[in-house]
């Protein structure tokens, strides 16, 4: 048996990106918002980005000039729908533009319809804990499956309903309701947008139990939206799964976040076409938290220990855990050294061939990200690229592991030796 074998006809091979980490100026979202306020948690605002909502096109010719068969990207609900019932066409017009370029170089489109950014009048009517958002949520998806339905490849839903509920573990955010008001940044929000500080909920910092049920009762709504439209489009959401370890005398503790953070959202997944995993390594627990890397240990450019066999181990949790299809959306190392990532994938996407090997259903890998971004808090800093940009003038260049990522694409991992598979 080859390599060449392992990896299914039509695996999708590709480079992921997040429309607020790439578009620029994306000035009615709740995201822009925030950033530009007085005590904001925002390193830099994400201002004109890379300017991909005006470089798409020379950017997905690169992306498939590389090798790539997908592109995952999301669509700007701020934009299709900038005031509450007000839907832009010449939004979705620009949208089916970016499909219909990604077909043309024959990209399948791996389409996001929210990926952490909503609307900032959404966040002045309660946010991710509102009761009506699943609905406007659904009537979103709607107009984006009546306009742009022909031409989606994969749908998913939502990114990272699961995130705040790992960064709470990680004490780095996911703020409950009755402690929003202490907090700066949500102060100022709430003061701005006329509300009290309690209701102010976004999607990627909101911890609460009505904060769950909205997300997934959103995350239903749209699903059925879509395959009313589309039944045999694949639909699912893409969750934050970290490889969740167990330092000694943490064994509890870890055992509940993986639970919390991790299995309740797989568990939801059930009755979905697949789920997204977005792993970048993983995270050791003690009694009393988060057990940093040791000292001497290589990190990412987060402070975390780089471990790539953080996607294996995810991916087998997936599959258990929600019984259904999986596809690799995200998995990627913050660094500025390009060996170190290369180095990373090759690691990383061995893992995948292995979980193939025995029989897990994996449909594709998308590396995150295609081109260094905006990464929300920390502003431009971290480097998640496979393609660099340089901001002054715009300027793409793909680093090697681009290459290399690509060349697997074409030659459907048969580069991936069978001696290198973990045993
Ligand atoms: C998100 C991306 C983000 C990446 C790296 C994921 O949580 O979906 O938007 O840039 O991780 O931190």
Not at 21 to 44: K, Y
Not at 217 to 225: L, Q, S, Y
Not at 314 to 327: F, H, Q
Request: hydrophobic share 40%; charged share 20%; aromatic share 10%.
């Amino acid at each position: 048996m080859t390599t060449s074998q392992t990896f299914p006809n039509h695996f999708l091979w590709g480079v992921a990106t997040a429309a607020h980490q790439v578009e620029g100026n994306n000035v009615n979202s709740d995201c822009w918002f925030l950033e530009n306020l007085p005590g904001t948690i925002f390193a830099e605002p994400s201002g004109d980005a890379i300017d991909h909502y005006h470089r798409y096109r020379e950017d997905i010719a690169l992306i498939a000039g590389l090798g790539f068969t997908s592109y995952r990207f999301s669509l700007e609900w701020a934009r299709i729908e900038p005031e509450e019932g007000e839907f832009s066409t010449a939004a979705l017009n620009h949208y089916r533009r970016v499909l219909e370029a990604c077909h043309e170089h024959g990209l399948t489109p791996v389409v996001t319809f929210h990926h952490f950014t909503s609307p900032r009048w959404l966040l002045a009517a309660g946010g991710w804990e509102d009761a009506a958002t699943p609905e406007r949520f659904a009537r979103y998806a709607e107009r984006v499956m009546d306009h742009l339905g022909d031409l989606i490849g994969v749908a998913c839903t939502l990114n990272e309903p699961n995130l705040p509920w790992l960064l709470k573990e990680l004490g780095i955010g996911g703020v409950p309701a009755e402690g929003r008001g202490e907090v700066p940044i949500w102060a100022a929000a709430a003061e701005r947008l006329g509300i009290e500080a309690a209701r102010v909920a976004p999607f990627q910092f909101t911890v609460s139990g009505p904060g769950f049920d909205v997300k997934l009762a959103a995350h239903h709504a749209a699903r059925d939206v879509i395959k009313a439209r589309r039944p045999e489009l694949m639909v699912g959401w893409t969750l934050a799964n970290t490889d969740i370890h167990a330092a000694e005398g943490g064994q509890a503790n870890a055992d509940r976040i993986r639970r919390e953070v991790n299995e309740r959202f797989l568990e939801a997944s059930q009755g979905d076409d697949f789920v997204g995993i977005q792993t970048y390594g993983r995270t050791v627990f003690g009694p009393n938290g988060v057990v940093h890397a040791a000292d001497g240990v290589p990190t990412n450019q987060m402070g975390e220990e780089i471990y790539p066999e953080g996607l294996e181990a995810t991916i087998r949790e997936a599959a258990r855990v929600a019984g259904i299809p999986v596809i690799v959306t995200e998995n990627g190392l913050a660094t500025e050294d390009d060996t170190q990532r290369l180095s990373y994938l090759r690691t990383a996407v061995a893992g995948v061939a292995s979980c193939l090997a025995d029989g897990i259903d994996v449909r594709g890998y998308i590396a995150w990200t295609a081109f260094d971004n905006f990464e929300w808090v920390f502003g431009y800093g971290p480097k998640f690229g496979l393609i660099s940009v340089d901001r002054a003038t715009q300027e793409r260049t793909p680093k090697p592991s681009a290459h290399w990522l690509g060349g697997m694409a074409q030659n459907n991992g048969a580069e991936l030796e069978l001696e290198e598979l973990p045993a």
